[in-house]
């Protein structure tokens, strides 16, 4: 077509595929939340102004693909989708805090604690962290998710959002800002701090859908190898992305002293390492059939969005 | 006896019980939290420093009480009443921050972010939140603890823990400091910021003890009088206590302009009402035999304090 757009029907489907998800997850999202009408309502209005602050819900989405991948129904697991992307939110609000990274801006709004107070922004981290369990142990879900199967999935998902795993990969990256830090190092604060929801995103999916061991270990290294890949590449938007479409501005880890990946092994190194990391994770997924076809677009959309 | 100790069996028991279950408290706390010399210590020392410091563990004996008041057995609720402790440790150390009550002393030590630094102790509030959940979620105790009911007490610790309760009741407390407060205000307050784990605390054992409704709603009642009158009687020792014993300043709660209800209804009638709070705590359980006797110690605990 003359605007350089194009009209093919397989590039198209896993657009349709991620919107048409995402705008499940969006519904799903504002209906979990509680009211803003309700006492005390500024709780309220925090929680909702960084949950329906928009993103591209990658962790839910994930959830919900993986379930697919396994002959799961994604609606199924909606509600554990929403839980992650809950836990996502209250460390986005914490980490924005004066006392870490101390940020104004957070996907072009401003951060939590500019609008509300660093109090209320700390509560609402707080509130979310706690509505994430409060919805996965919600009766309603009983009749499609097993019990055990979903006290097991709240039990790695606890594992990932805590010391094990998301906390303490902040600790150790707000405690690295401003020092020369290794690649060891690097890698550990990139496995914990994203990789670690991004796994058990795909894990909860897989597992809640009641898949086998061995589809759970595969589902395992692809979310290890996918995860990286996207927080490398997160890294190299930040050194040269166009600050409108990240809705921060480049170059910020940078000015912070915070390390990334091209500044450790270059730029060029770092896309390379990116594209490998995807091509394992699609590899990963080699005795999965065309269910897991959406699992396989996310992952060729990691190194398409820093191309 | 000449030094004036009451040589009395029956004074001495509740002694004895408190003391036995507090060190099997003392004893499961260590055990749960994880050691220090595990990457990156600084958190475990922060996770530590907090929940290690004392403290009347009012909340996990309430819980174990519970249970046995219902014929269960308090070691196999150890699990949760350690979570419950978790969580409320957490409380504190996010109640002392800087944003919040600025506090820098808490049971006698420097609080978590004047040892730890704001931004360490933020994340070990964080990290405690998370593994209040994944102690809860645990497989170990699957073969005492029935997975549809540790569903259950998850939901109900969830929705104590959050908006709906210790969050919501603390966002109304900072919102109010130095401002005209009515009673229903002070009411709402104490009810959610420190009532509604109490009484989570007292329902979380008896449930998992398997107990039935009408049990469970007499002791619920139990757990909000006695909880209410807990709250009081603090606010009675803010103000007139001893620095030492509290181990805080007397009259802090004045200075930083909270409202407390002896500011609000006098002394006097703050001392009354705290008496008969407990009097109704404690005839919640008319129908419950001697293994009750805790619980009816427990709430006569709360007068004695005060006077």
Known sequence: MGDGKRDNSEALKPQAYLKEKQSRVEEALARFLPAEDVFPPVIFRAMRHSVLAGGKRLRPILCMAAA???????????????????????????????????????????????VFGEDIAILAGDALLTEAFHLLSRSDWRATLPPERLLAVIHDIAAAAGFRGMVGGQVVDVQSAGKAVDRETLHYIHTRKTGAMIVVSVRAGAILAGAAADAVAA??????????????????????????????????????????????????????KTRRLVRQAVTSLKDFDHRADPLRWIATYIIQRQS
């Open 68 to 114: 697919e991948a396994v002959g799961g129904e994604a609606e199924t697991v909606l509600p554990v989708a929403c839980a992650l992307e809950f836990i996502h939110t209250y460390s986005l609000i914490h980490d924005d805090l004066p006392a870490m990274d101390d940020d104004d801006l957070r996907r072009g709004r401003p951060t939590s604690h500019k």
């Open 219 to 272: 589902l395992t290294a692809y979310g290890e190898q996918a995860g990286l890949a996207f927080q490398i590449s997160d890294d190299i938007l930040n050194v040269e992305g166009d600050a409108r479409r990240l809705g921060k501005t480049t170059g910020s880890d940078a000015a912070r002293g915070k390390i990334t990946y091209p500044a450790l092994m270059g730029l060029a190194a770092s896309k390379r």
